[in-house]
Protein backbone atom coordinates (compact mmCIF):
# COMPACT_ATOMS: atom_id res chain seq x y z
CA UNK A 1 0.00 0.00 0.00
CA UNK A 2 1.85 2.96 -1.25
CA UNK A 3 1.55 5.78 1.49
CA UNK A 4 3.73 8.58 0.24
CA UNK A 5 3.28 9.81 -3.68
CA UNK A 6 5.66 12.06 -4.92
CA UNK A 7 5.40 13.96 -8.61
CA UNK A 8 6.86 16.82 -10.19
CA UNK A 9 10.22 16.24 -10.97
CA UNK A 10 11.80 16.99 -14.06
CA UNK A 11 14.57 18.25 -16.18
CA UNK A 12 15.26 22.02 -16.01
CA UNK A 13 17.59 24.14 -16.93
CA UNK A 14 20.20 26.02 -14.27
CA UNK A 15 18.24 29.17 -12.78
CA UNK A 16 15.10 27.26 -13.46
CA UNK A 17 12.39 25.89 -10.93
CA UNK A 18 10.19 23.18 -9.81
CA UNK A 19 7.76 22.33 -7.86
CA UNK A 20 7.49 19.08 -6.17
CA UNK A 21 4.45 17.02 -4.55
CA UNK A 22 3.67 14.57 -2.43
CA UNK A 23 0.32 13.18 -1.63
CA UNK A 24 -0.65 10.85 1.30
CA UNK A 25 -3.65 9.06 2.99
CA UNK A 26 -5.32 11.22 5.69
CA UNK A 27 -3.78 8.44 8.05
CA UNK A 28 -0.39 8.64 7.06
CA UNK A 29 -0.55 12.52 6.98
CA UNK A 30 -2.61 14.20 10.01
CA UNK A 31 -0.78 15.07 12.97
CA UNK A 32 2.92 14.53 11.83
CA UNK A 33 6.02 17.06 10.65
CA UNK A 34 6.94 16.05 6.91
CA UNK A 35 9.96 17.12 4.70
CA UNK A 36 11.90 16.02 1.82
CA UNK A 37 14.93 14.68 1.34
CA UNK A 38 17.12 13.93 -1.54
CA UNK A 39 19.85 11.38 -3.24
CA UNK A 40 22.54 11.30 -5.36
CA UNK A 41 23.96 7.50 -6.35
CA UNK A 42 26.93 6.98 -4.66
CA UNK A 43 26.03 9.32 -1.42
CA UNK A 44 24.22 8.92 1.73
CA UNK A 45 20.46 10.46 1.51
CA UNK A 46 20.72 14.11 2.39
CA UNK A 47 18.45 16.45 4.84
CA UNK A 48 16.35 19.08 2.34
CA UNK A 49 13.43 20.44 4.42
CA UNK A 50 10.99 19.95 6.93
CA UNK A 51 7.59 21.55 7.81
CA UNK A 52 5.77 20.84 11.47
CA UNK A 53 1.90 19.54 11.18
CA UNK A 54 0.63 23.15 11.87
CA UNK A 55 2.64 24.73 9.31
CA UNK A 56 3.99 27.29 10.94
CA UNK A 57 7.45 25.57 11.89
CA UNK A 58 10.29 24.77 8.90
CA UNK A 59 13.58 24.25 8.70
CA UNK A 60 16.06 23.71 5.69
CA UNK A 61 19.24 22.91 4.67
CA UNK A 62 22.01 25.44 4.68
CA UNK A 63 22.13 24.28 0.75
CA UNK A 64 18.78 24.93 0.17
CA UNK A 65 18.06 28.01 2.37
CA UNK A 66 16.35 31.16 0.26
CA UNK A 67 16.05 28.86 -2.76
CA UNK A 68 13.36 26.40 -1.60
CA UNK A 69 10.07 25.96 -0.02
CA UNK A 70 8.49 23.61 2.45
CA UNK A 71 4.71 24.21 2.73
CA UNK A 72 1.61 21.65 3.39
CA UNK A 73 -2.10 21.63 2.56
CA UNK A 74 -3.57 19.65 5.64
CA UNK A 75 -6.88 19.78 3.99
CA UNK A 76 -5.66 18.00 0.96
CA UNK A 77 -2.98 16.15 2.84
CA UNK A 78 -0.53 16.97 0.58
CA UNK A 79 3.06 18.48 1.09
CA UNK A 80 4.92 20.79 -1.50
CA UNK A 81 8.72 21.59 -2.23
CA UNK A 82 9.00 24.79 -4.17
CA UNK A 83 12.68 25.19 -5.63
CA UNK A 84 13.87 28.17 -7.33
CA UNK A 85 16.81 28.85 -8.42
CA UNK A 86 17.74 25.51 -9.44
CA UNK A 87 21.47 24.63 -9.81
CA UNK A 88 23.29 21.53 -11.44
CA UNK A 89 24.15 20.04 -7.97
CA UNK A 90 20.65 20.23 -6.59
CA UNK A 91 20.27 17.07 -9.30
CA UNK A 92 19.01 14.30 -7.13
CA UNK A 93 16.31 11.51 -6.50
CA UNK A 94 13.96 13.62 -4.21
CA UNK A 95 11.98 11.69 -1.50
CA UNK A 96 9.07 12.66 0.81
CA UNK A 97 9.26 11.60 4.51
CA UNK A 98 6.77 11.35 7.23
CA UNK A 99 8.75 12.18 10.44
CA UNK A 100 7.95 9.86 13.43
CA UNK A 101 9.38 11.85 16.47
CA UNK A 102 9.34 15.37 17.50
CA UNK A 103 12.21 15.57 19.62
CA UNK A 104 15.85 14.56 18.59
CA UNK A 105 16.95 12.18 17.34
CA UNK A 106 14.76 12.66 14.69
CA UNK A 107 13.03 9.32 13.25
CA UNK A 108 11.67 9.06 9.98
CA UNK A 109 9.30 6.07 9.09
CA UNK A 110 7.82 6.42 5.56
CA UNK A 111 9.78 7.26 2.47
CA UNK A 112 8.43 7.52 -0.95
CA UNK A 113 9.20 6.67 -3.69
CA UNK A 114 11.09 9.15 -5.02
CA UNK A 115 11.24 11.52 -7.97
CA UNK A 116 14.22 12.70 -10.39
CA UNK A 117 15.18 16.00 -10.52
CA UNK A 118 17.64 17.42 -12.99
CA UNK A 119 19.24 20.38 -13.44
CA UNK A 120 21.40 20.87 -16.39
CA UNK A 121 24.07 23.76 -16.56
Known amino acids: QVQLAESGGGLVQAGGSLRLSCAAS????????MGWFRQVPGKEREFVAV????????SYADSVKGRFTISRDNAKNVVYLQMNSLKPEDTAVYYCVRRRTDYVPYEYDYWGQGTQVTVSS
Open 51 to 58: INWSGGST
Open 26 to 33: RRTFSGYA
